[in-house]
Every structure is written in C-alpha cells, then in structure tokens.
C-alpha cells in the first residue's frame, strides 16, 4: 500500500516561497500507477486542488494558483515537490500530497500545516 | 470552475439513522464524482468512486448515486465512527473542485 509524508518547513514569510516536499513508500512514484498531487485545505475550511504531476512530468494546475505554482517529480528519490511563490496569509493552510487515479484521490499524506506569517 | 454545492452544511443525527448528504454540480459532471469523509486533524479519506463505487474497505452502509449535476450519499444506518465532515469532489474538468463538506453532528 502506498504511504505519503509531507515535509518541509512550517512557517514561511509574505513574499516568499513555499516549498514541500512528497516522500512516496510502499510503491514506485515511477509505476505510471497514479498522478501525484497537491490539495490544501485553510483551517476550518474546504478543500482546494493545487494541481497534479505524472511520472513524465507532465503537470496540470489549478488556475487560480498557477501563475505561482511549480510541482515536479525526482524518481530517483522517490519524491515529488511543491513550490508556491509569493505567498500571503491566504496561503496558509494544511497542504495534502496524494495520489490520484481517474480523479480521484486514493491515499493521502498526514498533512502538513503551513503557516505564512512575519 | 464547476461549483460543487453540499446540502445540508450541518446534519444532526442519531446512531442507527439513515443519512443523505445531496451534492449539487454547477454544469455536469456526468458520473464523475467522488465523496471523502475527514474526521478532525486528519486527512480525508475515500469512500466512494465514480458516483457509485466502494472503495475497497468502506462499510457497505455507504452508498452513492446520481449523475449529471445531483448526487448523494447515503449511509444506511449511522454508526458512531459516521459523525465527521463529508465532502465531495468532480473530476470531468480541471479544475476538480470540492463540495463545501457537510458536518454530520451527534444529535
């Protein structure tokens, strides 16, 4: 069975970007089995996708984050990344890896709170 | 965006009671449709797929139906493991967008 873990740092600054990283265990994030993605969630509040990677590194994001959004995938590590540029406080939020399969999320990270402040 | 649309918000129950939670597309989203039960501090978790389909483990008290721009689901007979936040989810267009949730409280 598949297990993610996000990792990165907890509290960004405004302006400046955030990065998180997806570890991937029990499966291959080369298997061409599932999209890789990203979907935060604002305390108290709904779910958002940020968008998705395939094993080729082909993306696909959300509009309303695309302009600052960077996912990419490194195989050899079995991990892949989000980059979120030019945060601000509406980018606070848990941020969730998961895999996708025919749009739908079948596993997901523990989830990562991320917190944009000075 | 398709606008997904959850009603009730809140829903008060008792164990043993049969639930429905209605979700509403903006446009269709043919049978493309997914529902995530999340319990506090936790990640959601899937239940069902393709409007009808239970993901491998999930009790059979959950079901799904619908298509087009309505759908539900429906647990049969509420257990107390049910009362957690419910949400839906279309993936027939970028980008797959989510229900608001529908938070089903202890009566």
């Known amino acids: 069975q598949v297990q993610l873990q996000e990792s990165g740092p907890g509290l960004v600054k405004p302006s400046q970007t955030l990065s998180l990283t997806c570890t991937v265990s029990?499966?291959?994030?080369?298997?061409?089995?599932?999209?890789w993605s990203w979907i935060r969630q604002p305390a108290g509040k709904g779910l958002e996708w940020i968008g998705r990677?395939?094993?080729?590194?082909?993306?696909n994001y959300n509009p309303s984050l695309k302009s600052r959004v960077t996912i990419s995938v490194d195989t050899s590590k079995n991990q892949f990344s989000l980059k979120l540029s030019s945060v601000t406080a509406a980018d606070t939020a848990v941020y969730y890896c998961?895999?996708?399969?025919?749009?739908?999320?079948?596993?997901w990270g523990q989830g990562t709170l991320v917190t944009v402040s000075s | 965006d398709i606008q997904m649309t959850q009603s009730p918000s809140t829903l008060s129950a008792s164990v043993g009671d049969r639930v429905t939670i209605t979700c509403r597309a903006s446009q269709s989203v043919v049978v493309w449709l997914a529902w995530y039960q999340q319990k506090p501090g936790k990640a959601p978790k899937l239940l069902i797929y393709?409007?009808?389909g239970l993901e491998s483990g999930v009790p059979s008290r959950f079901s799904g139906s619908g298509s087009g721009t309505e759908f539900t689901l429906t647990i049969s007979s509420l257990q107390p493991d049910d009362f957690a936040t419910y949400y839906c989810?279309?993936?027939?267009?970028?980008?797959?967008?989510f229900g608001q949730g529908t938070k089903v409280e202890i009566k």
């Open positions: 989810q279309q993936s027939n267009s970028y980008p797959w967008t």
């Open positions: 029990g499966g291959s994030i080369s298997s061409g089995s599932y999209y």
């Open positions: 998961a895999t996708e399969d025919s749009g739908t999320f079948d596993y």
């Open positions: 990677i395939y094993t080729s590194g082909s993306t």
């Open positions: 393709k409007t009808s």
